[in-house]
Each structure stands twice: as C-alpha cells, then as structure tokens.
C-alpha cells in the first residue's frame, strides 16, 4: 500500500501559530517483515525546524495513530533519543511518557503518544519501537501539540490493520453459489460508518450556604483577693443605733462563648459554554482514522 514517508507540520500556519516539526518514517531503520520469530520494526525521526520567531512554538508531544488492535503487551522494545541522548521510557506506571491513548483531548485522536518536549529550533527526536506481531503498513495520522495548540490532518506510514494470523491456501476457497433473490441468499456487508466527535465546554457550579452561630454557656464568677470592710459615713451616737460600713469585693466573670459557621453545599450542576463548540472527525483519506 501507499504511504507518506514524512508528514510536514513547519509550514502549517493555521491559527497563527506553528509547531515547526517534521515527522519522517525512518525505512532504513525498520523492519516491516520481520523473519520468524523476530519483531516487527519501526522507526521515527522528528526535526524542529523553527526560528526565535514568536508564531513559532515548542512541541509538547505527539501521537501516532497506529491501529487500535495494538495493545500495550504488544509492544516491545520503546527507544527514545534527544540530540543524541538516550532517554527513559515509561510505557506503564507512574508518570508514563510513552502511552496508549483511545482519546486524546486535545487532537482528537487515539494512538501511540510520546509526551516528550522539544524546542522549536534545533532539536531532533528520534524515535523506535517494535511490535511482537506482524501488522500491515499504510498511512496512519501523526499529530502535533504544544502551546495549548493541535495541528492534525498529515499522515505518514504506520503498523495498520489486524494481523492475519489463520492464512488459507486459494484452493481451499469455497465456490460460490450463485445469486438468487431469495430472502436467505442475500449478501450482507459490514456497517459503513462516518464518525465525528464534537466538544463542547461546561461551566461547573456548586451552591455553597456559609451560616455563622454562637453559643453562650454559663457564666463563672470568681472572687479575687480579699474582703474589704470600710467604716460608713453615718456617726454613731449610742449603743442602740445600727452600723453604717460598706463591703466590698472584686470579682471575676468568666462568660464562655463559641463562635463557628456551618457550611453547606448544594447539588452540583453543569451550564452549556456557548462562546466555543467544536466538530472534530478523523481524516477520511485512508481506514487508519482514529477516534
């Protein structure tokens, strides 16, 4: 089958912005049908070709739509190198830079996604891994991203299609019957099927109710320091007259209070964005599309 050996992103102005890179399918370096009992090979190089120019942007990873029969267990052998320098790959596991996407957000396709940063000027990544069964090759979609930027829509050559692993002799075939117009005998096809994928933004809100109490307990009183009796202004003139004096003692009043707010939430509820919606679809050039 046909296939692009490179997919150009560097002159791709769209919105304005730029992800200066170009994607090449490195042939040299792949195995397409490997001998028994060996893997099968593919190769990447991918090329900032940028400036310091301000349309132009880094690259913050790239998805390769290989085909959705392909399982992690599948592949074998990741390699990644940076300007000559070999990096750690983590297919699985914590903080994974190489994963198998069946959705991603930001382009819109599913695949094989390398999330490593590149600069716009300079950089070169080159790129390698091997699958455990034999697939065929034909274009898949290679997407870019970076500086909250997608730039889809290029193909390059890929692992695509199911592996056929139960292959028959021709003679095997069974004859045809012939056709007839009876309700039985007819010829039934697979579903053809357009598939889109649109994106819409929500505004997510929850009720909050904040309501502020206090509680009074009972006051204690405590006496600090000593009585004090003080004589009264009233003279005394015999014995059968009554005492004036004052008595007086300082106390304290403790009054325990509690201030708090209780707090509430409501249901959480979800409001349409309308200022963006987007249609995205896969590329209908060939049957390696991805959702």
Known sequence: MSYNINADYSEETGDGIILPFVVELDESNCEFNPESGSNQKFSYTVTAKGTNDSAYKDLQYMILGI?????????????????????????????????????????GYSGLKFEFSLSKTDDIMQISFELSEEYGIDSIPVCLYGSKTAKTGLTIGGPF??????????????????EDDSEDDKKCFDDLTCEKYSY????????????????????????????????????????????????????????????????????????????????????????????
């Not at 300007?83 to 069946?102: D, E, F, I, Y």
């Not at 299609?161 to 012939?178: W, Y």
């Open 67 to 107: 085909d959705e029969n392909i399982d992690a267990g599948q592949i074998k052998n990741i390699s990644v190198v940076i300007n000559g320098k070999s990096q750690t790959v983590r297919l699985s596991g914590g903080n994974p830079n190489v994963s198998l996407v069946t959705l991603d957000p930001n382009t």
């Open 161 to 178: 299609g199911q592996p056929d692993t139960s292959p028959f002799e021709e003679e095997d075939e069974p004859e045809e019957e012939p």
């Open 200 to 291: 819409k933004d929500y505004n997510i809100s929850v009720p909050v109710s904040v309501t502020p109490y206090a509680v009074a307990f009972e006051p204690e009183v405590k006496c600090i320091g000593d009585l004090i009796i003080s004589p009264g202004i009233k003279p005394f003139e015999n014995k059968s007259d009554s005492l004036d004096f004052e008595i007086t003692q300082k106390i304290s009043v403790i009054t325990p209070v509690k201030f708090g707010v209780k707090t509430c939430y409501g249901e959480t509820c979800a409001d349409e964005d309308e200022s963006e919606s987007e249609e995205s679809e896969p590329d209908t050039d060939s049957a390696s599309e991805y959702s």
